[in-house]
């Protein structure tokens, strides 16, 4: 009789977190209102977190400058609201990050090598940097990660494969052994077709801090929720 194979455990030993939803606390709702009472009533046709226009994607990669962004977004929707207008509605999603979560980062780091990967760009990062500076005085989200990735910066954006893998290359990372932790589906989806080990965090049920244990370990039970 042939012994039973016993399945290969899987050993994460890098975590690449994604920010807005996993780390910082943010709100869409709060961004498609705040552009209807500028007379956008259709924002939410052309703006989701699952799908967004090409107008917001250009952003978040940085191809559009912020001044073009205002722009086209005035002609797209034949309406002239400020700049500052316009910035206050886009920045409305940004919520707020618990202490709690700020402490775990800086705990998993002693277990893990970690990574923040974001979808982000110049007119968001300004406003939740300042918000770190004034309320934890850390003045660069690198200081809790290894490495920071912005999109805006790098010019490219999840779900791209070619972001996870310069994430992956550039840090020398075995994809077997690192965990992506994303909560949109898109993203994980993405991590999943680079090669990566990816977590849908469903922010409605679970938080973060939830996937550790008290020894800032990921808890057994991740490994379930990584085939969701």
Not at 41 to 49: A, H, V
Not at 58 to 78: A, M, P, V
Not at 109 to 117: G, S
Not at 197 to 220: C, I, M, P, Q, T
């Amino acid at each position: 009789m042939n012994p039973c194979k016993r399945k290969k455990e899987i050993d994460i030993q890098n975590i690449i977190f994604d920010l807005g939803g996993v780390i910082l606390n943010i709100s869409y709702e709060k961004t498609i209102l705040a552009f209807k009472k500028l007379g956008m009533s259709d924002f939410d046709n052309f703006f989701t977190q699952a799908a967004q226009s090409q107008l917001f994607d250009r952003l978040d990669k940085g191809s559009i400058s912020s001044d073009d962004f205002r722009k086209e977004l005035r002609e797209f929707t034949g309406l002239n609201p400020t700049d500052y207008q316009i910035d206050e509605a886009w920045n409305a999603m940004l919520l707020d990050m618990p202490p709690e979560r700020v402490a775990l980062l800086q705990n998993v780091r002693q277990n893990y090598r970690t990574y923040l990967l974001s979808n982000t760009n110049a007119i968001h990062y300004p406003v939740y940097m300042e918000y770190m500076s004034r309320t934890f005085g850390i003045d660069d989200l690198a200081h809790l990660f290894e490495k920071q990735y912005l999109s805006y910066q790098m010019g490219m954006r999840k779900p791209d494969k070619e972001i996870y893998n310069t994430v992956v290359s550039e840090n020398g990372l075995d994809p077997e052994k690192t965990l992506f932790i994303d909560d949109s589906r898109q993203h994980v989806l993405g991590a999943r077709d680079a090669g990566l080990h990816a977590l849908w965090l469903d922010v409605e049920r679970f938080s973060v801090e939830s996937l550790f244990n008290d020894d800032y370990r990921l808890k057994g039970v991740v490994r379930k929720m990584m085939k969701g």
